[in-house]
C-alpha cells in the first residue's frame, strides 16, 4: 500500500514539473531580420570558395577533370603539387570506364603503364588565393 502511495506522490510531483512551451525560439537572423543566405553566412576556406563561385571561377580547387594533349618523355604533363607526391588518375582511352592511380613523386617524369608521362612540379593546384602569405 505504502508503495502504491509513494508511486501515485512521485507521478504527480513529476507532472507538477512538466511544462511545455509553444512560443518560437529565436532564430540567428542577418542584418536585414531575415535568415542568413550561405554567402553571409560563410567563413574561412568556404568564404574563399563561394567567393570564387561568385566570381565565375566555377573549379577553385582544381578538382576537375583535366584533358588535353598526351605528355610524352620529352613533353610530360605537368602537374602542380604543394607536395612532394600527389595522387594522380589517368584514363588512358576515352572509352575505358576505369581510372589508373599512380603516385606521382617530385622528380623525374613518370610513365602510366599507357604511355602518358607525368612530371611533378613545385607549385599550388588551387586557382584561388586562401592565405594573405600565399605567392
Not at 508511486?7 to 531575415?34: C, E, N
Not at 567567393?51 to 578538382?63: K, T, W
Not at 595522387?87 to 572509352?95: F, L, M, R
Request: some cysteine.
Amino acid at each position: 500500500m505504502a508503495l502504491v502511495r509513494a508511486t501515485r506522490w512521485l507521478q504527480a510531483s513529476a507532472l507538477k514539473w512538466r511544462h511545455f512551451s509553444v512560443a518560437p525560439r529565436r532564430m540567428a537572423t542577418a542584418s536585414g531580420g531575415t535568415i542568413p543566405s550561405d554567402e553571409e553566412q560563410a567563413t574561412g576556406i568556404e568564404k574563399k570558395e563561394v567567393d570564387a563561385l561568385i566570381a565565375g571561377i566555377d573549379d577553385p580547387f582544381n578538382m576537375s577533370v583535366q584533358q588535353g594533349p598526351w605528355g610524352t618523355k620529352d613533353s610530360p604533363r605537368l602537374v602542380p603539387s604543394m607536395f612532394p607526391e600527389r595522387i594522380v588518375g589517368c584514363i588512358c582511352h576515352e572509352d575505358i570506364v576505369n581510372i589508373q592511380w599512380m603516385n606521382l613523386k617530385q622528380g623525374p617524369a613518370q610513365r602510366c603503364h599507357c604511355g602518358h608521362w607525368f612530371q611533378l612540379v613545385k607549385g599550388t593546384s588551387l586557382k584561388i588565393k586562401l592565405y594573405e602569405d600565399d605567392e
